[in-house]
């Protein structure tokens, strides 16, 4: 099956810094979504992405289809963006999403 | 509703019992998921319903496992004989046609812990 690799697996920042976190995924895919997972463990859709570029405010992301990856861009870090971010995919098999393992972010005050 | 309700938040049950958990989905949306987040496995698939269509079966983990999904809305999963390894976060998702492409909006999950 279709393979979902994330990194870095953790990330601490001071406030205010900037980060990239990676998915890599092994096959073409027609869904690609970033969660982060809050510390009440609630998954919050942050982008819809199976290709392009978007943004939403100090996040963005791309996804380069062709080259099977997608970056999430944080800039201006926030104690608030601390959590874990999942990248999950879905491919022609139904609906499943397939999750990778999370990057988990701690952003230092 | 506004969002993916579940229901208990937090469910501990003694080993060898049976569990049911509630989902309720956005309300229209047709497609319903199960997943499962535990430390050893990560966020896994467990169980997806779509409109009238026979489900997708193929992350149940074992047969004690089981769900319904009634009047094409709220779903229950069901463990019977709970094992301790079943302790988890168990998550529901609803999607609006369940087309692969539908973005998937994730409930506040339930905490299971087999003691």
């Known amino acids: 099956g279709i393979q979902v690799e994330q990194s870095p697996p953790d990330l601490i920042l001071q406030e205010g810094a900037n980060s990239t976190l990676r998915c890599n995924f092994s096959?073409?895919?027609?869904?690609l979504q970033w969660f982060h997972q809050n510390p009440w463990g609630q998954l919050i859709n942050l982008f819809y992405?199976?290709?392009g570029t978007k943004q939403n405010g100090r996040l963005s992301a791309t996804t380069v289809a062709t080259e099977r990856y997608s970056l999430l861009y944080i800039s201006s870090s926030q104690t608030t963006d601390s959590g874990v971010y999942f990248c999950?995919?879905?491919?022609?098999?139904?609906?499943?999403?397939?999750f990778g393992q999370g990057t988990e972010l701690s952003v230092k005050p | 509703g506004a969002g993916v309700s579940q229901s208990p938040s937090n469910k501990v049950t003694e080993k060898g019992k049976d569990v049911e958990l509630r989902c309720d989905p956005i309300s229209g949306h047709t497609a319903l998921y199960w997943y499962r987040q535990s430390l050893g496995q990560g966020l896994e698939f467990l169980i997806y319903f779509q409109g009238n269509s026979a489900p997708d079966k193929s992350g149940l983990p074992s047969d004690r496992f089981s769900a319904e999904r009634t009047g094409g809305s709220v779903s229950t999963l069901t463990i019977q004989r709970t094992q301790q390894e079943d302790s988890a976060v168990y998550l529901c998702a609803s999607s609006s046609t369940g087309h692969p492409t539908d973005t998937q909006y994730f409930g506040p999950g339930t905490r299971l812990t087999v003691l």
């Open positions: 096959d073409s895919v027609n869904n």
């Open positions: 999950a995919v879905g491919y022609n098999q139904g609906g499943k999403l397939i």
């Open positions: 992405i199976p290709s």
